[in-house]
């Protein structure tokens, strides 16, 4: 939630996803608004926006752009750029790796993974080229594991990104010495020969990082999982994929109703969650989709 400029009023977003306006001095509610043409909510919205870019501004310049007051400040302003139909503006606050580092990666993949959500498929393109390119030879299993794993969030079109995709995968599987770490390598390898039509390995690796997952790796079995359902509908086993989409999805993790609730609440979400609801979207649409 966001008070105007002025402080008379008070914008948030209730659990029914609907943008309410109150009025700050009483907390009456003035009004729902049931459409984003609203003009009092456009209105009103762009004033909160600008209000809260300066302040970040603001703040960034005396605190420094890890301090949580700041962070605070940018979940808020991407919040309601995203809700603002600004989902470009709001990644674009994301932090910008600068170094090859296996920690960097992660900060790749939510920003890959945040552009697939808002459907920002061009944007994606550019970001994969992106990770790909910064980490090329890191030779470290972890960075490996996790840049195979951003690139694969999408279907991949260019043959030879494919293949590089999939020796990025196969090398942190070859490297990884702690067992604790090998069944992720697993899932990236997995994710990689989904991509390259690799079916039957994809199935084969998959159901291995399953199977070695911990008791609290939910979110590994479940990406792993939704794979493996768009997997098996590609080799005609399409009983078997509704069947495993609908165990799979009653174990998953509730997604947003809407796009830009994501961003909600101010925290940074947890990337393999996030992961886990764009795969799930797309085994949807797969298994939904006309047989061919």
Not at 88 to 105: C, F, G, M, W, Y
Not at 119 to 138: C, M, N, P, S, W
Not at 239 to 264: C, G, I, K, V, Y
Request: glycine fraction near 4%; charge should be neutral.
């Amino acid at each position: 939630m966001v008070f105007s400029p002025d402080g008379h009023h008070l914008l948030a977003i209730n659990n029914d996803g609907l943008p309410h306006l109150w009025s700050a001095p009483t907390f009456d509610e003035i009004k729902t608004i049931e459409t984003k043409d609203d003009e009092q909510y456009r209105s009103q919205l762009s004033a909160y926006i600008r209000f809260e870019e300066r302040r970040l501004s603001q703040a960034t310049a005396a605190l420094g752009r890890t301090h949580p007051h700041v962070q605070y400040a940018t979940r808020t302003l991407q919040f309601w750029l995203a809700s603002n139909t600004r989902p470009r503006d709001a990644i674009a606050l994301e932090p910008q790796p600068s170094t090859a580092t296996a920690e960097n990666t992660l900060d790749y993949t939510r920003i890959a993974a945040l552009q697939i959500w808002f459907g920002l498929q061009e944007d994606y393109e550019i970001t994969r080229r992106k990770v790909l390119q910064h980490f090329k030879g890191a030779s470290s299993a972890r960075t490996d594991e996790r840049t195979a794993k951003a690139a694969c969030l999408a279907p991949i079109t260019l043959p030879t990104q494919a293949q590089e995709v999939l020796a990025l995968a196969e090398s942190a599987l070859r490297l990884e010495t702690d067992n604790s770490a090998r069944r992720w390598c697993l899932l990236a390898l997995g994710m990689a020969e989904f991509r390259s039509h690799r079916l039957p390995q994809a199935l084969q690796h998959l159901l291995e990082a399953e199977n070695a997952s911990d008791p609290g790796e939910r979110v590994l079995r479940i990406i792993a999982a939704f794979y493996r359902v768009m997997a098996l509908h590609h080799l005609g086993r399409h009983a078997e994929a509704r069947d495993l989409f609908t165990q799979t999805a009653a174990l998953a993790t509730p997604m947003p109703t809407q796009p830009h609730l994501l961003l909600q609440g101010h925290k940074t979400i947890y990337v393999d969650y996030l992961v886990g609801w764009i795969t799930q979207l797309e085994a949807e649409r797969l298994i939904s989709s006309p047989k061919p």
